[in-house]
């Protein structure tokens, strides 16, 4: 299984620099926990990897399986394996979300899935997920709660099976219940794939259940200390403060606030298409 390996990372937003320096490797069966504070630069390593078009990478490489990710478009880095469940999913009025669906499942396949064994396997995947079997026929992610939203992107990604999976606080915004079948799925596509695995939440109730290998806290635009699920635990009972003393660090201002981009919602880019 492919591996991701980031050195020396460097990303500007409007002439901003962001990531100051990034290093993180990611193999395969590892669960990567991205902490930190809001405005540090989490969402747009992310973001960055999967190529948005807003970052600008200045300095430093990206490879996944020894090859070079910033060489790549869009949907060259999701044929390649790579998956990016979204903040803020993108609604794309007059697409419904099975053709969303089926034309992303489609460009990661040599031929072209079966109408019937598409729908079986949407209609199997709905279930899973816990969402009314009309989101089929809805236009992708409009008038969806937050909620929906999230379960949407599980979705895709059991339908994609990719082979690194990057959740952007994928947790914000749902109950207990919808929390637990969400992460049991992520949990399912994790298990059938051995997939590597970067996770950005807030909240330690996501981290128990998905119980990361490995943990990272990311301050102004720097990794500055990296442990395992330990880490998650002591950052969810104590707060960044300690951590700040220790390194002797100073919080810069927040990034800038990004404006929605699309890059596909599944990380399948189908221009023309529904993107």
């Not at 409007?14 to 930190?36: C, F, R, S, Y």
């Not at 460009?107 to 997920?129: G, N």
Request: hydrophobic share 40%; net charge negative.
């Amino acid at each position: 299984m492919p591996t991701l390996e980031i050195k020396n990372l460097h990303v500007s937003v409007e002439n901003k620099e962001i990531l100051k320096g990034v290093d993180l490797t990611v193999n395969a069966g590892e669960i990567h926990a991205l902490m930190g504070p809001n405005g540090n630069g989490k969402s747009t390593l992310l973001l960055t990897i999967m190529g948005h078009p807003k970052y600008t990478v200045t300095e430093g490489s990206i490879t996944f399986d020894g090859n070079d990710v910033l060489q790549m478009s869009v949907d060259q880095r999701s044929k390649a394996g790579l998956f990016i469940a979204m903040q803020n999913p993108q609604e794309v009025p007059g697409v419904t979300n099975s053709d969303f669906l089926k034309a992303a499942v489609n460009a990661h396949r040599e031929q072209p899935i079966r109408l019937f064994e598409f729908i079986r396997l949407l209609d199997k995947t709905i279930d899973e997920v816990g969402m009314k079997s009309d989101m089929a026929h809805r236009f992708l992610n409009e008038g969806f709660s937050g909620g929906e939203k999230k379960r949407n992107e599980i979705i895709q990604m059991k339908l994609l099976k990719p082979q690194l999976a990057m959740l952007d606080e994928l947790d914000s915004g749902l109950d207990v219940d919808a929390l637990k079948i969400v992460a049991d799925n992520v949990l399912d596509v994790y298990k059938q794939t051995n997939m590597g695995m970067i996770i950005v939440s807030h909240y330690e109730r996501f981290y128990e259940l998905i119980r990361p290998t490995h943990a990272h806290v990311l301050v102004n635009g720097r990794i500055v200390k990296s442990g395992d699920h330990e880490l998650a635990r002591k950052i969810d009972a104590e707060g960044y403060e300690w951590l700040i003393q220790e390194q002797n660090l100073v919080l810069e201002e927040e990034e800038p606030v990004r404006r929605a981009v699309s890059l596909g919602t599944c990380a399948a880019n189908v221009r023309g298409k529904g993107e």
